[in-house]
């Protein structure tokens, strides 16, 4: 059966939701073994077919991800290699969930500094909660800089002088502040976050796996210029709409009201039924 053997993780499925709790004492260190589990579990959802959407979640309210490992980083040569033109282990598994037709949430109640904010922003949502989330990238301060993709996602998301504060500064960003810059999704109250992600979580999940998939990818296409991502948003559109279960959804959504004057007033609930 899937997802099991894991030492650092826990792994739950349910209506369509993989609910990963990290559980790696004492700090969630970012580790080889937990490194490996992160690739493993990557792989696992990516070709899981009950699962459309994935959170990372915490057992440790202190730590999300603490940060990589440093004494992995000292093992890497003294001397700098040549400029490679594959990308390296370590992004190739915190690009998979960039990459995957499935969803990923990070529900961050603790501590996400380094290479576990480097986790994060490689996901498509990010949550924080308020009075608990910590996010940053220190790694300036120790010599070094982010080389786990921090550099290339944070411009994307915040922008370039906001993402070069947070590299430069190694100041530690609470869920609020890090709300304000775009680093994570929203900031919310403590006893609301679970629910919050809960219930977001199964929504996507309930929706046709194709379309989620057609949509994220239009999404990716978006960092394409601008033309080259509109003919990619134009061919993704057509084949979603030549979909199974897109043409099915598309009936029956005129057939209970659509595009009447009451129905629209209430137009969440209509998607939802």
């Known amino acids: 059966m899937a997802f099991d053997g894991y030492q650092c993780l826990k792994v739950r499925v349910d209506r369509g939701v993989a609910f990963v709790t990290i559980d790696h004492p004492p700090i969630n260190l970012f580790d080889l073994a937990l490194i490996q589990e992160m690739n493993r579990v990557g792989m696992e959802i990516e070709s899981d077919d009950r699962v459309r959407v994935a959170v990372f979640q915490s057992a440790d309210p202190d730590f999300f991800i603490a940060h990589a490992d440093v004494a992995l980083i000292q093992m890497l040569p003294a001397e700098a290699p040549p400029r490679s033109e594959t990308l390296g282990p370590f992004h190739r598994m915190v690009d998979r969930f960039r990459t995957m037709?499935?969803?990923?949430?990070?529900?961050?109640?603790?501590?996400?500094?380094?290479?576990?904010?480097?986790?994060?922003?490689?996901?498509?949502?990010?949550?924080?909660?308020?009075?608990?989330?910590?996010?940053?990238?220190?790694?300036?301060?120790?010599?070094?800089?982010?080389?786990?993709?921090?550099t290339q996602r944070l411009p994307r998301l915040c922008g370039r002088g906001r993402a070069l504060e947070i590299i430069l500064g190694c100041e530690d960003f609470t869920a609020e502040a890090a709300e304000r810059y775009g680093y994570i999704n929203r900031a919310l109250p403590p006893d609301e976050i679970g629910p919050f992600v809960e219930r977001l979580a199964y929504r996507i999940a309930s929706f046709p796996a194709e379309a989620i998939a057609l949509a994220k990818a239009a999404v990716n296409a978006a960092e394409l210029p601008t033309p080259e991502g509109l003919l990619e948003e134009a061919h993704l559109f057509n084949q979603s709409v030549a979909s199974p279960p897109a043409r099915e959804r598309m009936a029956r959504f005129l057939e209970r009201g659509g595009q009447t004057r009451e129905a629209e007033l209430d137009l969440s609930r209509l998607v939802l039924d």
Do not use: C, M, N, T
Not at 115 to 123: R, W
């Open 101 to 150: 037709p499935k969803v990923s949430i990070a529900k961050i109640e603790g501590r996400a500094r380094g290479g576990g904010s480097e986790f994060a922003l490689s996901l498509d949502l990010r949550f924080g909660a308020i009075g608990r989330a910590i996010l940053a990238q220190p790694e300036v301060a120790i010599g070094i800089i982010p080389g786990g993709s921090g």
